[in-house]
């Protein structure tokens, strides 16, 4: 009899032992089952009558909307009335909107995001990107290219 309760001691001591070591022995009849193994329970539904899911979400894709034209710059109301030709200084003199203010410019000088792009006796060329507006001396309309 001593033998049998020996034996039961020893079982209880290591139950024990291996209870408070804090690590778990579960029988793997009685484990808990990982959420993978419900992946089919997922999918199709228990209590939903056609045993579908419902549908995954679809993302929409709106491009985005087309840049806005560029805005053209138009053409300085300016009138040329005026140029320096020399070999030390190519000047012009434009009067522009307000005729009380005339403005002197020289080659690579802007108005209104139009640049003075070459000065000649008579005339002078302004660009904007690949716009060009040639201004002739006594002329009142200028020629655009």
Same mark, same amino acid.
């Given at each position: 009899?001593?033998?049998?309760?020996?034996?039961?001691?020893? *079982?209880?001591? @290591? /139950?024990?032992?291996?209870?408070?070591?804090?690590?778990?022995? !579960?029988?793997?009849?009685? =484990?808990? &089952?990982?959420?993978?193994?419900?992946?089919?329970?997922?999918?199709?539904?228990?209590?939903?009558?056609?045993?579908?899911?419902?549908?995954?979400?679809?993302?929409?894709?709106?491009?985005?909307?087309?840049?806005?034209?560029?805005?053209?710059?138009?053409?300085?109301?300016?009138? *040329?009335?005026? @140029? /320096?030709?020399?070999?030390?200084?190519?000047?012009?003199?434009? !009067?522009?909107?307000?005729? =009380?203010? &005339?403005?002197?410019?020289?080659?690579?000088?802007?108005?209104?995001?139009?640049?003075?792009?070459?000065?000649?006796?008579?005339?002078?060329?302004?660009?904007?990107?690949?716009?060009?507006?040639?201004?002739?001396?006594?002329?009142?309309?200028?020629?655009?290219?």
């Amino acid at each position: 009899m001593r033998s049998k309760t020996h034996r039961g001691l020893f *079982l209880l001591l @290591i /139950v024990s032992a291996l209870a408070g070591s804090g690590s778990k022995f !579960i029988h793997p009849a009685i =484990a808990e &089952p990982a959420l993978t193994d419900f992946e089919a329970t997922r999918e199709r539904p228990l209590f939903v009558p056609t045993r579908r899911g419902p549908p995954k979400p679809v993302a929409h894709y709106e491009p985005p909307p087309p840049p806005p034209p560029p805005v053209e710059t138009p053409p300085p109301r300016v009138r *040329l009335v005026g @140029i /320096v030709y020399s070999e030390q200084e190519k000047r012009v003199l434009l !009067i522009a909107d307000n005729p =009380a203010k &005339p403005r002197s410019l020289q080659q690579g000088d802007a108005i209104d995001g139009w640049a003075v792009t070459r000065v000649d006796p008579r005339s002078i060329e302004l660009r904007n990107g690949e716009r060009s507006l040639v201004l002739v001396l006594g002329k009142k309309d200028a020629h655009s290219r």
